[in-house]
C-alpha cells in the first residue's frame, strides 16, 4: 500500500522568502513520486516528478524538490516565493507497476504575503 | 486547443436526478481518469481507461458508471443523485498507466440540492 502525508494543511510565507512544503511518503515498492499544483479554479497542473533518476528533482516555475530514501521525504522547495506562487500544492505517490494509480495528499495551501 | 475538456463546468441538479459529464483529450493519450476532489480538497481517483479498457475501479458506489465511447472520450454517468455526491470532478489523462503526467481537465462542479 502507497501513501503521502504533507504536514501542514496551510502555509504562509513572504514575498521572496524560502518556500518549504514537506511530503512524508509510504510505499512498499519503489515510489514514483509527484507534486502537483491547483490554481483556484483549475485542474491540477504537474510541477515535477521523481521516477529513480536523479534525487534532486527540478520542475516549472523554478520548483525543485529532493528525494531522501532515509527519511522518506520528498519536499517541494522555492528559493525565493513570488505571489503568483499562491494555490494549492498536492504530493502524490504512485509504484512503478502496469495500472498503478496515483495516491494524493491532502494538500496544503500556500499563501504569499506581500 | 484545450488539451482535456470537461463539459459542464457546473452543474446543479436534485437529489435524485441522474446526470452526465463528459470529457474529451485530443492529446493522443492511451489512458483516462475520473477523479472526485471534495469539499476538504481531498483528491481521490475513481477510475481509469487505458484504450477503452476498464483498469482501475474504486470502490464508489455502482450508481457512478464511465463510459469511454472511445480512447479520446471517458464520460461519467451518475444515477440517483445524493448529497453526498457534490464536489468537484476532474477528468485526466495521461500516455500510458501509472506513472506517466497526468493532464487534468478544469473540472466539474456538481452541486446537489
Known amino acids: 500500500a502507497q501513501s503521502v502525508t504533507q504536514l501542514g494543511s496551510h502555509v504562509s510565507v513572504s514575498e521572496g522568502a524560502l518556500v518549504l512544503l514537506r511530503c512524508n511518503y509510504s510505499?512498499?515498492?519503489?515510489?514514483?513520486l509527484f507534486w502537483y499544483v491547483q490554481y483556484p479554479n483549475q485542474g491540477l497542473q504537474l510541477l515535477l516528478k521523481y521516477t529513480s533518476a536523479a534525487t534532486l528533482v527540478k520542475g516549472i516555475n523554478g520548483f525543485e524538490a529532493e528525494f531522501k530514501k532515509s527519511e522518506t521525504s520528498f519536499h517541494l522547495t522555492k528559493p525565493s516565493a513570488h505571489m503568483s506562487d499562491a494555490a494549492e500544492y498536492f504530493c502524490?505517490?504512485?509504484?512503478?507497476?502496469?495500472?498503478?494509480?496515483?495516491?494524493f495528499g491532502s494538500g496544503t495551501r500556500l499563501s504569499i504575503r506581500p | 486547443d484545450t488539451a482535456v475538456s470537461q463539459t459542464p463546468k457546473y452543474l446543479v441538479t436534485q437529489m435524485g436526478n441522474d446526470k452526465s459529464i463528459k470529457c474529451e483529450q485530443n492529446l493522443g493519450h492511451d489512458t483516462m481518469y475520473w477523479y472526485k476532489q471534495d469539499s476538504k480538497k481531498f483528491l481521490k481517483i475513481m477510475f481509469s481507461?487505458?484504450?477503452?479498457?476498464?483498469?482501475i475501479n474504486e470502490t464508489v458506489p455502482n450508481r457512478f458508471s464511465p463510459k469511454s465511447p472511445d480512447k479520446a472520450h471517458l464520460n461519467l454517468h451518475i444515477n440517483s443523485l445524493e448529497l453526498g455526491d457534490s464536489a468537484v470532478y476532474f477528468c485526466a489523462s495521461s500516455q500510458d498507466e501509472g506513472t506517466y503526467e497526468q493532464y487534468f481537465g478544469p473540472g466539474t462542479r456538481l452541486t446537489v440540492t
Open positions: 510505499s512498499s515498492v519503489p515510489p514514483y
Open positions: 502524490a505517490v504512485s509504484g512503478p507497476e502496469r495500472a498503478s494509480k496515483i495516491i
Open positions: 481507461y487505458n484504450n477503452k479498457e476498464l483498469i
